[in-house]
């Protein structure tokens, strides 16, 4: 009797609808599951670099495709994480400001790409340095032309490619001073050098230094520059100049 009762109760399970229902729902996302993580289809197959393409692009490319190949037991497009490749790609390429990598179903990852601007060169003892305007250095430039070049007699780390070496209010400044110059007929500034928090001294082609305050108007002191060389300073008295000093209400020079 307890066999047959058993028995009965088994069969009365098994003809549930809510049995079947549940069974089936498993089964849908089980496979569903499998498909998204091992289905060829959805397996990640290509790598593009969206923008201009050039070597850097197909550095990149190469790279986030080798990271893609880690991650062995599964390439899926679902399972990958987008948010910790932009990190690695940004560590990893100094002269990446900032990446984005968006996916795009069955097996295609797009990254964007905003790379850095040369805003300045910085100079460490015998070593030059690309630097963007937020004073952060990217690369070891092939020349050293057109832009200014900037050094800091306070900074005291050991830098590498990536670091910030200049706060953003201090290059600001020396931009603008190396601005000012520029727009001088005749004088071509060699680089600048940051003393302290307030002084930069501005050194020209010619040999001579002017001396600047970078906690006062910056403007203004250029504009005293471009004063003197208009109604005291002469060309031939350009030859035999050592200095002007621009920190003080009146400008003084030797």
């Known amino acids: 009797m307890k066999k047959v009762k058993a028995l009965k109760k088994k069969k009365f399970f098994l003809k549930k609808k809510s049995f079947w229902i549940f069974f089936l729902l498993l089964l849908f996302f089980a496979l569903s ?19 201009e393409e050039n070597d850097f692009s197909a550095s990149v490319r190469s790279f986030a495709a080798e990271e893609i190949e880690k991650f062995s037991w599964t390439k899926s497009i679902f399972l990958f994480d987008g948010s910790s490749m932009e990190k690695i790609l940004e560590k990893e390429f100094p002269e990446i400001k900032k990446a984005s990598v968006e996916k795009t179903i069955p097996g295609t990852l797009n990254i964007f790409i905003e790379r850095r601007k040369e805003a300045a060169f910085w100079n460490f003892g015998e070593y030059f340095f690309s630097m963007d305007e937020e004073g ?20 005291a780390g050991s830098p590498c490619l990536g670091d910030k070496v200049i706060n953003e209010e201090k290059l600001a400044g020396a931009l603008l001073i190396s601005r000012g110059i520029e727009g001088i007929s005749g004088i071509e500034l060699e680089k600048m050098i940051i003393l ?13 230094e002017v001396y600047f305050n970078l906690e006062e108007d910056l403007i203004w002191q250029t504009t005293k520059l471009k004063l003197l060389f208009q109604e005291e300073i002469s060309l031939e008295r350009r030859k035999t100049l ?5 920190r003080f209400e009146k400008a003084f020079y030797k």
Do not use: H
């Open 33 to 51: 599951f499998y498909a998204a993580v091992f289905w060829e289809k959805f397996q990640i197959k290509e790598v593009r670099i969206m923008g």
């Open 136 to 155: 952060v250095i990217f690369r070891e430039p092939e020349r050293i032309e057109s832009l200014p070049v900037i050094s800091d007699m306070e900074y």
């Open 196 to 208: 302290s928090g307030k002084r930069l001294n501005a050194v020209t082609a010619e040999g001579w």
């Open 242 to 246: 050592e200095y002007i000093d621009l």
